[in-house]
């Protein structure tokens, strides 16, 4: 096995390990730490967003090629750096959104273990990764917001404490002690408003609790005092203005990071977008706040404005990830009209020709796009066995199975896209009429699919049925019949009303029947 180290800084590094790239995490000696004293007393943490950057442009590089997993590791490895980086954190938010979008997995404790070390920050980073790619749990999230507050992190803390109390108000069920719990955390982390509103959350779900009534008024104290600033400011040069500058500035960025986009101020946020935008329409990351408040708008016209914008920011500034988003755009837009078309279709009363033909030419558009779009992209990133994948999905529809054999033989080489790309392989072959190699190929996915995928488990146990009965037929071979009888049974046994195995069961058991 090979090592080779991608770059260092400071105590940590980028190393390929045989054919994996893994983050590397190398000894750290205390500032002022002689070497001799190994039991040195711990040294407060310093950023050091120099070193941060290296990792960022990475993270952002997996980002453009649609690798959301990786692309996370490695904003990770940077906040290690540079935590309180609060334009980083909106980045990492919109990944993982996007990362959800996707349907991507929740990363594993195992594999999240490369970014961690020993210190709070470390930890800290791990456990926002494990939040991050399962990003509505809110168990997760509660620990990562403790363990943000833990390594004394207050920006970070203010940055994702609205987020976690959003998470929990959503799901099903919140209960009182989840947050009693963020209220807790949020005190610790001095974020008045979110502990505030946290404790009036729990004092809904529990009216009787005196002592919780209490604390939420010294909590209404505490902030009334903070946001007063008299303290802070007294002496200073200027210390009232600078102060209430300051607040300003905090607001604004409350209201363009809420991830509801809740609070009024949401047409402010993107008016002053808009307004950066073109008093410097060149500086990426004017062109992706505005943007990507655009498409948080949703609007027909809003993504249009933003397909505009990235265009644009793409043509000034170079970076490929503004035209992918673009792309990205552009086939949201062909789905949305395709869904109103399925709208229109479902509500007449009477099929109409005409809707139906609309329909098959977006159907037919979206996928010359897609074609033309994805190619690009693998052009682009040869290596990104997503974007490889994606290119196969697309010319598999389009038939083109020589393509599509041959982007998911390269995708199979990415562990997380082992099942699915050998699944869709395997149904090139059967196109072909391969069947033995199709029968293997499906038999192989089945050891590899965890109990996460049932519903893909079904499918490929479907598709392995149809192979065996098809090369049954063709080699009058009755083993192979009695193989997908029994797995057609299984089928029937689990979900009766799955596809037509009705149907397949009643050929089936006619072939078995012939052939015996």
Not at 207 to 222: F, N, R, V
Request: glycine residues 6%; negative net charge; aromatic residues 8%.
């Amino acid at each position: 096995m090979t090592y080779r180290t991608l770059f260092v800084q400071g105590n940590r590094g980028i190393t390929h390990v045989g054919d994996q790239w893994i983050v590397a995490l190398f000894g750290r000696k205390k500032a002022n730490e002689p070497d001799e004293a190994p039991e040195a007393e711990e040294v407060a943490f310093t950023a050091q967003p120099e070193q941060a950057t290296k990792w960022f442009n990475h993270a952002r590089a997996m980002a453009a090629a649609s690798n959301t997993e990786t692309a996370l590791v490695y904003y990770m490895s940077g906040i290690k750096f540079d935590p309180a980086n609060e334009d980083v954190l909106q980045e990492i938010l919109e990944i993982a959104k996007q990362h959800a979008r996707d349907g991507g997995k929740r990363i594993s404790s195992k594999n999240a273990k490369p970014v961690g070390g020993d210190d709070p920050v470390d930890k800290m980073a791990v456990s926002l990764l494990l939040w991050m790619t399962e990003l509505v749990s809110v168990t997760v999230a509660i620990k990562a917001l403790d363990a943000i507050v833990a390594a004394e992190q207050p920006v970070t803390a203010n940055f994702f404490a609205p987020h976690v109390l959003g998470i929990t108000s959503r799901s099903k069920k919140p209960t009182k002690q989840q947050y009693v719990t963020i209220k807790d955390l949020c005190r610790k982390a001095e974020a008045w408003d979110h502990a505030l509103t946290a404790g009036q959350l729990a004092m809904q779900l529990d009216p009787t609790d005196g002592d919780l009534e209490h604390e939420i008024k010294d909590l209404s104290a505490q902030r009334a005092m903070s946001e007063g600033g008299y303290e802070a400011a007294a002496g200073k040069e200027g210390g009232f203005r600078d102060f209430v500058k300051d607040m300003d500035k905090q607001r604004q960025i409350e209201e363009e990071e809420s991830i509801a986009g809740a609070g009024g101020g949401s047409d402010r946020t993107l008016e002053r977008a808009k307004e950066r935008f073109k008093e410097a329409p060149d500086v990426a990351e004017n062109v992706h706040r505005y943007a990507t408040l655009l498409r948080r708008e949703g609007s027909t016209t809003a993504l249009e404005k933003a397909e505009e914008v990235l265009l644009r920011g793409f043509k000034s500034t170079g970076e490929y990830r503004f035209r992918m988003a673009a792309g990205d755009i552009r086939i949201q837009r062909f789905k949305d009209r395709i869904r109103s078309v399925d709208q229109q279709l479902a509500t007449a009363d009477t099929p109409d020709p005409d809707i139906q033909s609309r329909r098959e030419a977006l159907e037919r558009e979206l996928l010359a796009f897609e074609v033309k779009e994805y190619a690009e992209r693998a052009e682009r990133y040869p290596t990104d066995r997503i974007v490889r994948f994606r290119l196969g999905e697309v010319a598999f529809r389009q038939n083109d199975t020589e393509t599509a054999m041959g982007c998911f033989q390269k995708a199979k080489d990415e562990p997380r896209l082992r099942a699915s790309a050998g699944h869709m392989l395997g149904r090139c072959f059967a196109v072909e009429g391969w069947y033995a190699e199709a029968i293997a190929e499906f038999k192989d996915v089945l050891t590899k699919i965890d109990a996460t995928e049932a519903e893909r488990e079904l499918e490929v146990r479907y598709d392995l049925m149809v192979s065996l009965s098809e090369l049954a037929e063709r080699e009058q071979s009755e083993e192979y019949a009695r193989e997908a009888l029994e797995i057609c049974s299984g089928i029937a046994r689990q979900d009766i009303t799955y596809r037509d195995i009705r149907e397949r069961r009643r050929a089936i058991d006619t072939l078995v029947r012939s052939l015996a």
